[in-house]
């Protein structure tokens, strides 16, 4: 049963992961990205959408995570050129783009909550010969889908990139210090629109793993709040790749297990549900607990 609840896991996260990595790009560039909700949703959506009409999977994500990248940058523009507060921009994006997709699904589609495009094809499933059949390890990462994969490659790569690149020396000093950075010559709202813009478009993609890798359709309630729990990561791991994939992991680790308890019946599944949010919140607890026994040992 563990290699089960382990494989479910990792499956669960990936959505997570790529819109925590998103948001964590976007706090190195020292803006906090509320809207990660409304930009999965929105590669949820496109991504079933033009998987459905062309029939291809390469099509639909790769639509999914541009149109992740028009609101992120959009979003960013908002927030940099017009000066918008980011919490409050953020929230504003994610309660529009709700409303717009659910008016589009029951006036253009003509149904309510989901949509199961005809000729949708879903992520592949990528089968490893000579480990499928190892007990644990085959259950665990053979007949995943390629997005899973490219989950596990992003938190090395983004290692990389942050501190071994020009890019991402800039990020790290737009972030830490916009006037520093600026005195220097640095384009500061380039360099966090930039940071919006793949910020919108990673956390779309995990969009597109819901609607296209784990259940093979869309509903406009299919992301569940997991762009906040997203935001939740990355805020634990303090915006770096490693920490916020593993609160990731974390979090899909319990909805999985929540998911399995509702199976094996005998409990509410009312109550049983909350489980993976309950887990949010004692992480964020755990968090500002080490944030105030770090900031008073400065003071000290």
């Not at 409303?99 to 199961?116: H, P």
């Not at 600026?182 to 629109?193: E, M, Q, V």
């Not at 805020?235 to 992991?249: D, E």
Request: some cysteine; hydrophobic content about 55%.
């Amino acid at each position: 049963m563990i290699d089960a609840i382990l494989a479910s896991a990792l499956t669960l996260s990936v959505p997570l992961v790529f819109a925590a990595l998103g948001g964590a790009i976007h706090r190195q560039a020292g803006v906090v990205n509320i809207g990660l909700e409304a930009h999965m949703i929105t590669g949820a959506f496109i991504g079933a959408l033009l998987s459905g009409w062309t029939g291809s999977w390469i099509v639909g994500t790769i639509a999914g995570v541009v149109a992740g990248a028009i609101t992120g940058g959009i979003m960013s523009l908002l927030i940099t050129r017009l000066h918008g507060n980011e919490i409050i921009v953020g929230l504003g994006f994610n309660i529009v783009t709700f409303g717009v997709i659910g008016y589009l699904l029951r006036s253009v589609f003509g149904v309510s909550g989901t949509l199961q495009p005809e000729g949708l094809e879903r992520l592949p499933s990528l089968v490893i010969p000579g480990v499928a059949d190892v007990p644990v390890l085959g259950a665990i990462v053979s007949g995943k889908d390629p997005l899973f994969w490219l989950a596990i490659l992003a938190v090395p790569v983004l290692v990389w990139l942050f501190a071994h690149t020009r890019w991402g020396l800039r990020l790290r000093a737009t972030g830490a210090s916009e006037p520093a950075s600026a005195s220097l010559g640095l384009r500061t709202a380039g360099i966090r629109d930039g940071a919006g813009i793949i910020a919108g478009a990673l956390a779309a993609l995990g969009g597109v793993a819901l609607s296209l890798g784990t259940v093979g359709l869309f509903n406009e309630n299919m992301t569940a709040g997991r762009g906040y729990v997203a935001l939740a990561a990355f805020y634990f791991g303090r915006s770096r790749p490693l920490p916020t994939a593993l609160a990731c992991l974390l979090f899909g680790f319990f909805d999985a297990l929540q998911i399995r308890i509702q199976t094996s019946g005998g409990f509410s599944a009312d109550i049983v549900s909350t489980l993976p949010y309950v887990a949010v919140v004692v992480v964020l607890a755990i968090t500002g607990i080490r944030q105030y026994a770090r900031s008073s040992r400065k003071i000290a």
